[in-house]
């Protein structure tokens, strides 16, 4: 069982590697100039590629399931899906603010390395966290009972979590630069901090400064 344990968390160590290359910027450039073809659906076959190989490290986790190291059980219980049923709303109610389409790679040349052109769009939901979906999902994970392999699964999600952020705030910073700075020092990762938030005109002064417009402006 042990040893099933660290390959489980070693495919979950292998995805998220990949996962992270593939969504670097650098990568997507890389593509780009040697298939244009494939650059202008990059985020189509991205999404596809991650969705494949994600049934690797939760087929393991699958078979390698067993008896339930805690459950949550009397107000607990209830404490848990309440938790779980935020985090489910929250996840839903998150992708009001993004274009799906765009995300998912169905509009053709979205999702490419020239994504500077795209402006910065800080959500009611991002004034208070800077990714909202990693939250919510945090909260959805840790509300479920947890075997052995599910524990090593949700500590290798939420270590990703943790990194894939700090990774995802470097390409972001790249794109725009000190607005990004700025809303990164005023607004938490992962987990909303009661003093540290944006209200509405502190956000659109952020949106008004990362305009693109704006930016070449300025260069």
Known sequence: ?????????????GYFALHS???????????????PALGRRYRLWYNGLATVLLA?????????????LWQ???????????????????????????DMAAFMGLRSGV????????????SPLHRFVRHPWYFFGLLILWSRPMDAA??????????YAAVGSQLEDRKLLALYGEPYRQYRRRVPGL???PWRWLDRRGA???????????????R
């Open 72 to 98: 949550w059980s009397g107000a607990g219980k209830w404490v848990a899906w309440a938790v779980t049923a935020v985090g489910l709303v929250g996840f839903v109610a998150a992708t009001r603010y993004y």
């Open 1 to 13: 069982m042990t040893e099933g344990l660290i390959v489980l968390a070693l495919a979950w160590t």
């Open 56 to 68: 690797v490290p939760l087929g393991l986790a699958w078979a390698l399931r067993g008896p339930l």
């Open 204 to 218: 659109a002064a952020l949106e008004a400064l990362a305009d693109p417009l704006s930016r070449s402006a300025h």
């Open 111 to 122: 999702g490419r390395a020239d994504d500077a052109d795209q402006p910065l769009r800080i």
């Open 191 to 193: 987990v909303p901090l």
């Open 150 to 159: 599910w524990l090593v699964s949700a500590l290798c999600i939420t270590v």
């Open 21 to 35: 290359l593939l969504a670097s910027l650098g990568f997507k450039q890389w593509v780009e100039g040697r298939w």
